[in-house]
């Protein structure tokens, strides 16, 4: 167990539609990061936040939107969902901004759009 | 940004073997993490290795940052380490992730 949970497990919707996903990261991590993994993409980094704060933008489709809140919980919004975006979407989580140390990672949300 | 390549891209292994994963950068990484995600797709930390030699059970592995290569060394192999790993690396990018090694251990 990494210390990182994720909610919802499964998400299964239909296109068109929107979803948010949510992250708590391990106790003291102030970094939270949301990756993608895709059977054509693979693992692929979408943003990441620091304490509040946007931090890096990776491959992130302007459908898509983040945030991180006071409790450093952070959310994921998927919206105009499309059959493509259906994924295995991972949150994980560091100590400080990213630079060193490890990244955890949660079991993930596996999203289906029909 | 920085690439990472893995090999093999497929590997099967008799229960009790031993196996040599490889992971090479095309920059300097800083920072350099082995994963196993298992069959039912959890990503599980293996290693944080930005240099040097770790191990941990069955497991090691071997950064050499000069030549921007890793090795995960995995000895007396079971069904459980049955998988895809995964190595991922970053310099002043974030985590860039191999396509991983895809292991299948048969009894």
């Known amino acids: 167990d990494s210390g990182v949970t994720q909610t919802p497990k499964h998400l299964i919707t239909a296109t068109g539609q929107r979803v948010t996903l949510r992250c708590s990261p391990r106790s003291g991590d102030l970094s939270v990061y949301w990756y993608q993994q895709s059977l054509d993409q693979g693992l692929q980094f979408l943003i990441q936040y620091y304490n509040g704060e946007e931090r890096a933008k990776g491959n992130i489709l302007e459908r898509f939107s983040a945030q991180q809140f006071p409790d450093l919980h952070s959310e994921l919004n998927l919206s105009s969902l499309e059959l493509g975006d259906s994924a295995l979407y991972f949150c994980a989580s560091s100590a400080g901004q990213g630079g060193t140390g490890a990244q955890y990672f949660g079991p993930g949300t596996r999203l289906t759009v029909l | 940004g920085i690439q990472v390549e893995q090999s093999p891209p497929d590997l099967i292994l008799q229960e009790g073997a031993n196996s040599t994963l490889r992971c090479n950068f095309s920059?300097?990484?800083?920072?350099l993490q082995w994963f196993h995600q298992n069959p039912w797709g959890q990503l599980i930390n293996l290693f944080y290795?930005?240099?040097g030699t770790k191990q941990n059970g069955r497991l090691s592995a071997t950064t050499v940052a000069t030549e921007r290569y890793s090795l995960l060394y995995i000895s007396s192999s079971q069904t459980t380490d049955s998988g895809v790993y995964f190595c991922?690396?970053?310099?002043?990018?974030?985590?860039?992730f191999g396509k991983g090694t895809r292991l299948s251990v048969i009894a």
């Open positions: 920059d300097s990484v800083n920072n």
């Open positions: 991922a690396g970053r310099g002043n990018t974030p985590l860039v």
């Open positions: 290795i930005p240099s």
